[in-house]
């Protein structure tokens, strides 16, 4: 089984870097295709980025997030990243990782969730 734990995130300025990290501990993370999902406050979740399980494949949710985001994985370490680089304040949210059979940009296609981690990013 998959179990995702989320880490990296925390309290930038606009303009700075975060780079998140998502773990699975479950040991059949390389068969899954690994999503990023970000919630802002008083918003529903939206699909930032994806990876399929071979690495060979990104995908993101726009080109403005494609220009500033990028998804990568290390199956040997049985993990996926998110490097953010100039951040911006609604980019605020909470970021969750998510487990998926198939590369997809909806939630319902992921079947395993991590805890999220929080990014707040000030003005």
């Known amino acids: 089984q998959v179990k995702l734990v989320e880490s990296g995130g925390g309290l930038v300025q606009a303009g700075d870097s975060l780079r998140l990290s998502c773990t699975d501990s479950g040991q059949t993370f390389s068969g899954y295709a690994m999503g990023w999902f970000r919630q802002a406050p008083g918003k529903e979740r939206e699909f930032v980025a994806a990876i399929a399980w071979s690495g060979g494949g990104t995908y993101y949710a726009d080109y403005s997030l494609k220009a500033r985001f990028t998804i990568s994985r290390d199956n040997t370490k049985n993990t996926v990243y998110l490097q953010m680089n100039s951040l911006k304040p609604e980019d605020t949210g909470v970021y969750y990782c998510?487990?998926?059979?198939?590369?997809?940009?909806?939630?319902?296609?992921?079947?395993?969730w991590g805890q999220g981690t929080q990014v707040t990013v000030s003005s």
């Open positions: 998510a487990a998926s059979p198939v590369v997809a940009g909806i939630e319902e296609k992921y079947d395993y």
